[in-house]
């Protein structure tokens, strides 16, 4: 779901389906559970099944992403097919045989979290004998048709259905445009380009890379007139909405952002950027190549045999030893293997975290990856609640943040001593850290003033912005902006990336403050986290947790003072 050149790149968690459709439920209060002979029996008697059938399913899926026709104890997927189908069945007789009128207040939400899973992730399997057809993760590897994209945006916008129609064609043309970007005999996708940027000693060169996204931008604002697809599809949402709040409110709230502080957190964040950082302007692809430094000077260091076993390491320093916690990893490249990395659920009771990503070379863009990924797994290892409350958090700018907490050390020259051996100067390691997510606060301030000034060029809007804060050289002819499909179609999810970086500011200064620093390693440092942060999966709402975590509601302080210690290092310059 990120979606970042740098080591944020291509992390999977899950949909923002999960993390919307979770809120719904979120209750105020956070009373303790009743002692479960108190319970309803009914309910107690429905959630026993509800942990079997979870425990079961999580168990088939993770074989199933892992190509294999078995479970992790030698039983074949096709055998336990029946024994899923019974807990089944039975979880919805007896979720059907309870009362609601009699529960409390937990329980009713405990129900509605059992009712909902029921319908929507435990679904019937069909097990034909070939894992990828019954596979539910991931995307199915069946290429897509190429989509049809000299429509005109104005005629799909007057028909029925306008808005949804003209978005989803504009998705449609952007996704397929963007994972067919050509270079030279090659056909590449965005991130792969953005990325070799950063690896791109010759700037002539780096500019030559730049400019062949131009068809994914264009397959967004079109030729850049009044009459683009963007533009369009921006004018009906601006009538939709109409006075309502954009989607963005609902987003942040979630994580203890107050809505209205958005704007203004936004706003500080870049003039905290702009400030700490050299006022002599770059090139938008000459950017890609500053912010990454960090991982051209100490990648060398990392190669692929090292990486499974670095990871562990840093996170045996902290008390966390993997292999106790029941964290499984699966990062050996395999055909028709889920290309993103995530981190799941491999069982429930106890629960078993799986890891899957591809690596075919080490780095430290992959190291953070799997740093980032470990993170989940420790996370999901330390959850301790009931079963209906056994799952992710309902806030993934929450979840995110827990994962970064520690892969955001990378970037550190106290921690690239101590596991790498080498560093560079700390402007150049915070102007890694920082660096994609400033752009991603330039994004959600974009699509804010875009929401303000639907008549405003958006090339202009994006020229100003990336110049007057991030001194990047103005290029009102490129829409270099139109390359996030979330711009797309999930307006407003930008901020989320912003609202991450709050919250992971705010719990590593946290952190600091109450238990000590844990940058060169703490063993005491993860069963300190356990009971503070990780463990109550959907028990409580995850602004109580964090406002109890950190002793006060969220504020972006500890981002800012963490963006100024720029200021007084050592400039990073523009070679190297
Ligand atoms: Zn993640």
Not at 303 to 316: D, F, I, K, S, T
Not at 317 to 343: E, I, M, N, S
């Amino acid at each position: 779901m990120h979606d970042q050149v740098t080591a944020t790149s291509a992390r999977g968690m899950r949909p923002a389906a999960l993390f919307l459709a979770a809120l719904a439920c979120a209750s105020p209060a956070g009373s303790p559970a009743p002692a479960p002979a108190t319970r309803n029996i009914r309910l107690a008697a429905a959630e026993s099944t509800y942990a079997a059938a979870r425990d079961l399913r999580d168990r088939i899926d993770v074989a199933l992403a892992g190509g294999r026709h078995e479970i992790a104890d030698g039983t074949p997927i096709a055998a336990l097919l029946p024994r899923y189908d019974s807990l089944r069945g039975r979880l919805e007789s007896r979720l059907s045989a309870v009362d609601s009128s009699a529960l409390g207040p937990d329980d009713v939400r405990a129900l509605d979290i059992m009712r909902r899973t029921l319908s929507r992730d435990l679904g019937p399997l069909v097990f034909p004998g070939a894992p990828a057809a019954a596979s539910t993760s991931g995307p199915a590897p069946v290429p897509e048709p190429r989509p049809e994209c000299g429509y005109d945006p104005d005629s799909i916008a007057r028909a029925t259905h306008g808005l949804d129609s003209l978005r989803a064609r504009i998705y449609a043309c952007y996704g397929w445009a963007q994972s067919h970007v050509a270079a030279g005999d090659d056909t590449l996708d965005r991130l792969t380009i953005l990325g070799a940027l950063g690896h791109t000693d010759d700037a002539p060169h780096r500019r030559q890379l730049f400019l062949r996204l131009e068809p994914v931008w264009r397959s967004v604002n079109g030729g850049g007139g009044s009459a683009s697809p963007y533009r369009r599809l921006l004018a009906l949402e601006v009538e939709t909405l109409g006075s309502g709040a954009p989607p963005t409110a609902t987003q942040a709230r979630a994580s203890g952002v107050p809505p209205d502080s958005l704007e203004p957190w936004l706003l500080r964040i870049l003039e905290t950027w702009r400030d700490a950082t050299p006022d002599s302007l770059v090139e938008p692809w000459d950017w890609y190549y500053l912010v990454g430094r960090t991982s051209r000077a100490l990648s060398p260091r990392i190669p692929r045999e090292r990486l499974a076993g670095l990871n562990a390491a840093v996170w045996r320093a902290l008390g966390a030893d993997v292999g106790t916690l029941r964290v499984h990893y699966d990062l050996d490249p395999r055909d028709g293997k889920d290309p993103v990395a995530f981190t799941t659920f491999g069982g429930r009771t106890p629960v078993e975290p799986w890891v899957f990503a591809t690596y075919r070379v080490g780095g430290l863009d992959n190291l953070n990856e799997l740093l980032h990924e470990t993170g989940h797994a420790v996370h999901l290892a330390a959850i301790r609640t009931r079963p209906a409350f056994r799952d992710w958090p309902d806030s993934d700018p929450f979840t995110e943040a827990v994962a970064d907490v520690v892969a955001l050390d990378v970037y550190e020259p106290a921690w690239q001593q101590r596991w790498l051996g080498d560093s560079v100067p700390l402007a150049a390691g915070l102007q890694s850290r920082y660096g994609g997510i400033v752009l991603d606060v330039a994004w959600a301030m974009f699509e804010l003033r875009m929401l303000h000034e639907p008549d405003a060029d958006p090339n202009l809007v994006w020229a100003g912005l990336t110049r007057d804060y991030l001194h990047i050289r103005p290029h009102p002819e490129l829409s270099w902006w139109a390359m996030r499909g979330q711009l797309v179609d999930a307006p407003g999810y930008m901020v989320n990336y912003a609202a991450g970086a709050i919250l992971i500011a705010a719990i590593r200064a946290r952190i600091q403050a109450a238990h000590g620093p844990f940058i060169e390693g703490d063993t005491s440092w993860y069963a300190w986290m356990a009971p503070r942060l990780y463990r109550f999966g959907l028990e409580r709402p995850t602004r109580e947790v964090l406002e109890a975590f950190l002793g006060g509601p969220v504020s972006p302080s500890a981002l800012l003072a963490d963006m100024r210690r720029m200021r007084g290092a050592e400039r990073p310059g523009t070679s190297r």
